[in-house]
Every structure is written in structure tokens, then in C-alpha cells.
């Protein structure tokens, strides 16, 4: 069993080394294996493959028993991404502690402000045209919450969704009860789809950095049916929108 460049180089991305994915893939292939075992079929050096096996098992993703010479299996892969997962927040948060509670004194000092691009929009064409132009260049996910006015928005950016799905990119959708049934069995297709009543607001998460946020025609003008929405590229008003988002999903339906 041999494992795909892609899989290899999420691996390679979440932190372990060719030798450690060498090592854990032999182990997946033949079960219980000695060092020296391990050391011939996976072509790690004799002399690395004590360091290898040491990393590995304190990064989760490996075992051993108690007999002599000591045998090594592999663990879960789910096992190995938790503690890894673990391991990395942990490292997160006390690398960000550090960071912060010495760099914010100073930008405060400096007296700089940040100027993220923030942009009102009005029509659901322009609005449309500026969340096609957003999700371009995405890579991961997308969440989005769709009212009943956001119909139009469906129909313009649904080509785009197929798009994004096909490339593996995670899709959330959330949408009004009130919501045109063959617009929700069209996006289901391409997404996981959620119903919730009362729904008046909406908007779009783009790898969690980009935002539009929908405001209905309630705030365009007295007597106005046209959708307007806020755009930005602010970490800190994606993420709280993220939070928001979350939050709704928490007592919603899946469809």
C-alpha cells in the first residue's frame, strides 16, 4: 500500500517528516514490525529509525508492546490527527500569548490603525459579482447564510458553488425556511445545506478572511426592495461573523 503525493504532502504539512511518513506507512502496510523490521521496509536509515520512532510516538501516531525485541503498530490516523491537532492549538496559544503580550504595547505605542477595505453594496447583481470575484480564489471553505431575499443570489452564484465543490472546497450553507424548494435542491447538490425560521440576515465567509455581510432591503431606503450588503477583507470581522454563523447553525435543521 503506498500512499498518494496528496495525502503525502498533507502530512508533510501538518508536520511530520518523509522519514515519519515512511515509517507510519510501513507500519500501515505490515502490522506489528521491530525497528530493525521497520528500518528494511521502509528504507529509513538504522541509525535514524530509534529518533523516527521516538517522534512518532510522542506525536500520537504510533505504539508499542511489551516484548522483546519491542514491536511498534500503528495507531488510528484519527488518533494521530487529534493529538497532532491538540498539540499544535496548545502550541498556538502559548506562541500567541508571548506575541501578543509584548508586539500590542508596541502597535498601540506607534499609534498605527489598520485600514482593511470595507465597501457598501447595493443590487443583488453587483452584490453577486462581488461575492463571485471573493470566492475565486478560494481554497477551503466557504459558509454562507442565504434569507429568503438572497433567491437571486442563488441563481447568479450557483455555477460558482458546482465550481468550488469539484475543487474540494467545504461548503455550508444556511438557509431561510421560507426559501424556494428547487433552490434548495439545487445547492444540496453542492453543499451541505441547513433550514432556519426567521432567517432575515445573511451573508458570506470566504476562508475565513473575507465577508460579505447581506442587510436586506430593510436598510437601503424607505420603500426599497434592493439588497444591500457590507464587504471586507478584515480578519477580525470574518471571524466574528464566523462566530455568528456558528452560532445559528447550533438550532438549525439539516435539510
Known sequence: MSISDKTRKALEKIGLTSYEIRTFSALLKSGELTASELSQKSGVPYSKIYEVLGTLEEKGWIGTDDSRPT???????????????????????????????ELVPLYEKSGTSEKP???????????AAKILEMVETCRNEVMIALPEAGEELVKQALPKLRSLHDKGVEITILTSDKMDKEYIKAIKRVATVKIKKGLFGGGIISDKKYVVILLGPAVAAENSSEVVAIWADHAGLAGFARQYFEYLLKDSKKV
Open 71 to 101: 514491536k511498534y503498530f500503528a495507531k488510528s490516523p484519527s488518533t494521530g490527527l487529534e493529538t497532532t491537532k491538540q498539540k499544535m492549538e496548545n502550541d498556538f496559544s502559548q506562541n500567541q500569548s508571548v506575541i501578543l503580550n
Open 117 to 127: 477595505d470595507i465597501w457598501v453594496l447595493s443590487g443583488a447583481i453587483n452584490i
